[in-house]
């Protein structure tokens, strides 16, 4: 850590910016032995995971890697995983996580674009790019100790190895999140250290602290776990690493630790609140429980705020940043069907299709500006384009892709994605993707994929296509074909072929046509 940096936690938080590897050193020097990371049977202190992550910033440095480049992690949540991260952060490193079920060209796009000098993976992840084994060259570590790379615990700098200190400029890229993405070249989201500093100081208001316990149960790839994972750590708390989540394992692990907070998404919410012995845990130890990433039903809010102890926050935002909405719906509970209002410091505004703001209460695209805001999609300054909107005095705004209207009481209320992206598990599925594969299927003439609602996944992709003439391919055959050549999160639930597809006047594809049909026809997907 930098002795010139503020140590106490009062003086931190007064400060104009720290970054969060030299907060979480701070936090090792006030309280040494306080647990910072468990994972099952293993807990790390505060002074045990500074000094791994010393070693690993150390070996960083001595592999070559200067301030201002990059690593890539694709592995399953672990102890190392976080530790890595931290330390690549401290190294001055811009840190790619990226996602285990992603397609192998996706994952192979993800790796070149964020030019990461170092790849950390397991077995799992190897297995999964031996098809395009070719096109990634970057040097491996193996996080989990197997074989398919050099071991993470061989590769690591002796015990007591420190790095050279390096002083993070708030505008360096802190982190790479990558939107989901079967082919062509995936969009990442560049996030600066001051980003995530503002949500450091967001979960100061959200009482994490020194007794904050946080329960992390979905992937340290999502930004979804990481606006709560590095305001716990950097305050000083605990975290709770869940591998994989599973509803009655969630509250097992949540009575034994005496968790405070935690981060979950809809979906998840709804499979717990459906257990039928929920009500015999304890959970009276929660202060206050996060939602974000996906439509969140007002039905799902009022039984979680009847059933479960604590408050309740909605998160309205995007990984890009820009404005957020926060509905403290312990609060309001009379504003369930609303994401609530602008977070402090942050603005919220609606525009028309030509860009012009509308007045109050008009619908329109919501865009919002903050402190949190992405630099830009790495290597992609037209795309980063498309996502800005500027007001009259040039003040940078992203837009959300969201069509909604505020109420007269200032509360945001969706209406509904002016893109069609599907949400399914908290994930960003893109049906374009899904479409560019099918249609690369020498029967398919014309094909749509849109979101239907499902019980397990809150939406799930299905598609719709048109065969060529003469073919005799089957819905299923299609559909396993489709399915075997994207990520987990992106496979079809079902696949009907069709004479033809609805069409507007000016020749676009009617979705809302094929997803009302489907949902008549069929009802809610399991």
């Not at 329960?215 to 590095?230: A, G, K």
């Not at 039903?297 to 820009?322: C, H, N, Q, S, Y």
Request: proline share 7%; glycine share 8%.
């Amino acid at each position: 850590m930098n002795p010139r940096l503020p140590t106490t936690l009062d003086e931190i938080l007064q400060a104009p910016f720290v970054a969060v590897p030299d907060m979480v050193s701070a936090a090792a020097k006030r309280h040494p032995d306080h647990a910072a990371l468990i994972q099952n049977d293993r807990k790390l202190s505060y002074a045990e995971v500074d000094a791994l992550v010393d070693r690993i910033a150390a070996q960083l440095q001595r592999d070559g890697l200067k301030p201002r480049d990059s690593i890539a992690i694709c592995a399953a949540t672990s102890i190392e995983y976080a530790c890595v991260f931290l330390a690549g952060l401290r190294a001055g490193l811009a840190v790619a996580p990226l996602a285990t079920t992603a397609a192998p060209e996706s994952l192979a796009n993800m790796i070149t674009d964020s030019d990461a000098k170092l790849l950390f993976l397991d077995r799992g992840v190897s297995d999964l790019l031996a098809p395009v084994a070719n096109r990634v060259s970057v040097k491996r570590i193996a996080l989990d100790g197997s074989d398919v790379a050099p071991a993470f615990d061989r590769w690591l700098a002796p015990p007591g190895s420190r790095p050279t200190p390096v002083t993070i400029d708030p505008s360096w890229t802190f982190n790479i999140i990558y939107s989901s993405g079967t082919t062509g070249q995936p969009k990442g989201i560049e996030q600066p250290h001051g980003m995530r500093w503002g949500h450091v100081q967001r979960g100061v208001r959200n009482g994490y602290d020194l007794q904050a316990i946080t329960l992390i149960s979905t992937p340290l790839y999502s930004n979804t776990t990481l606006v709560s994972f590095f305001p716990t750590i950097a305050l000083g708390g605990t975290v709770v690493l869940m591998a994989k989540f599973d509803a009655a394992g969630y509250l097992a692990l949540a009575q034994k630790h005496r968790v405070t907070h935690t981060m979950l998404v809809p979906v998840q919410y709804q499979r717990i609140m459906a257990l039928p012995d929920f009500d015999r845990y304890d959970l009276s130890s929660f202060r206050c429980k996060f939602c974000t990433s996906a439509p969140f039903p007002a039905a799902l809010k009022a039984d979680i705020l009847k059933r479960w102890p604590g408050g309740l926050v909605e998160i309205f935002g995007m990984t890009e940043g820009g404005g957020a909405c926060i509905l403290e719906a312990h609060k309001y509970p009379h504003k369930l069907h609303t994401v609530g209002k602008p977070a402090p410091g942050h603005e919220i505004r609606v525009i028309d299709e030509q860009g012009n703001e509308v007045p109050r209460g008009g619908i329109g695209e919501v865009v919002g500006r903050s402190g949190a805001i992405m630099i830009g999609y790495r290597h992609q300054p037209e795309k980063t384009r498309e996502a800005e909107w500027y007001d009259a005095n040039g003040q940078r705004f992203i837009r959300t892709g969201d069509i909604g209207r505020f109420d007269e009481d200032g509360f945001m209320i969706l209406m509904d994605r002016k893109k069609d992206m599907i949400i399914s598990g908290g994930f960003n599925i893109y049906p374009s993707d899904l479409e560019a594969v099918a249609r690369e299927h020498p029967d398919v003439a014309e094909v749509a994929v849109v979101g239907v609602p499902s019980n397990r996944w809150g939406e799930t992709p299905v598609a719709f296509v048109v065969p060529r003439s003469g073919t005799k391919t089957t819905a299923d055959q299609l559909r396993e074909w489709i399915n075997n050549k994207v990520g987990k999160t992106q496979r079809l639930a079902a696949l009907e072929l069709c004479d033809s597809l609805p069409r507007g006047n000016i020749g676009k594809v009617l979705k809302r046509e094929l997803r009302d049909s489907y949902k008549a026809k069929v009802g809610v997907l399991p």
